[in-house]
């Protein structure tokens, strides 16, 4: 989209606003004629307008505003498919929470042309003082920091970067990437703070790819001793440990390879019980566990024999 379009709405928009029309015609003064990108070019005249509140206002900020980009191949009539915005838009809302650290609440405004672009904001309840329209409106900064925390890991995903420092935040970014994946959809982030600031990312195959990539795991193998009271025994070869009498206890589900094995062994529930096992966890690149099992080795040196039962116990025939 080119400048001069964007400038003709804008006029348009304040023809009847003769203050405001001037501050625009001033500001588009400025920026000239030469093609900008359209979030530059709200961006700058959202500072300007924050400028010129603040010289009657010292104190006072904007509406934050979230844009939502998508960009794919069914995307240039610029509407929002239903099934795009179940598998999207609840995850994006999460994954900034997340970013957050606190749980934040999003609202759909609106939805444009230019591929298709969801307008959203930080909900804000009755006490903030803030409505729709409002200069002075409080900053949501929940909502900013987790934009800003989003934006930074998006770049380092694009970018394909060392992302540990945003771990936390993985399993919800790999939820967002999933659905973009199926629906072959790229994003593009946008943020518009209270104090005139964007903030702007973009989340595309590229980046994707590195999210998959970063999830393939490796085992790592340790040979450990497990020593407990069972708790509970399972057909399927699964004996339940728990390492102390404290309801917060760990306990430890110890699988045998071979299930007979452990019907031979006959343990019953309350015994006392040393394993030598092998404990395996699959990590991803970062070293996050995306999995973890206990195989059953064999007994631990000073674990006390269990009564071990004659093998015609099990097929009717002495051994």
């Known amino acids: 989209m080119t400048g001069d379009s964007w400038r003709e709405r804008r006029r348009e928009l304040l023809r009847d606003d003769p203050g405001e029309a001037e501050r625009a015609a001033n500001l588009l003064g400025r920026l000239g004629t030469e093609e900008r990108d359209e979030e530059e070019i709200e961006s700058e005249h959202r ?82 003082g803030s409505g729709a329209d409002a200069v002075d409106a409080p900053a949501t900064s929940a909502a900013s920091t987790g934009l800003g925390a989003l934006t930074t890991m998006l770049d380092a995903l694009e970018s394909e970067r060392d992302i540990r420092e945003w771990a936390r935040l993985f399993d919800a970014v790999e939820t967002v990437s999933r659905a973009l994946s199926r629906y072959e959809l790229d994003l593009g982030v946008t943020w518009y703070d209270a104090d005139g600031r964007m903030r702007r990312a973009r989340f595309t195959e590229r980046g994707r790819g590195y999210v998959k990539r970063l999830r393939e795991t490796k085992d790592r193998d340790q040979e450990i001793i497990i020593s407990g009271r069972i708790t509970e025994l399972r057909e399927s070869g699964v004996v339940k440990v728990k390492t102390g009498t404290a309801k917060n206890a760990p306990a430890y589900e110890v699988r045998f390879v071979e299930p007979e094995e452990l019907l031979r062994m006959r343990p019953g529930l309350g015994d006392n019980v040393h394993f030598r096992v092998r404990f395996r966890q699959q990590l991803d690149s970062m070293g996050i566990a995306r999995s973890t099992e206990y195989m059953y080795l064999g007994p631990a040196a000073e674990q006390t024999s269990l009564p071990l039962e004659p093998q015609e116990r099990f097929d009717g025939e002495p051994a």
Do not use: C, K, M, N
């Open 47 to 128: 500072a300007s307008r924050l400028a010129a509140a603040r010289e009657y206002a010292p104190d006072a900020r904007l509406d934050e505003e979230l844009q939502l980009r998508l960009t794919g191949p069914d995307t240039d009539g610029g509407a929002l498919r239903f099934q795009w915005g179940d598998a999207l838009l609840q995850p994006v809302e999460h994954l900034v929470s997340v970013a957050a650290g606190t749980p934040v609440q999003l609202e759909l405004t609106g939805i444009s042309t230019g591929s298709t672009i969801v307008h959203a904001r930080p909900v804000t309840t009755p006490a903030d």
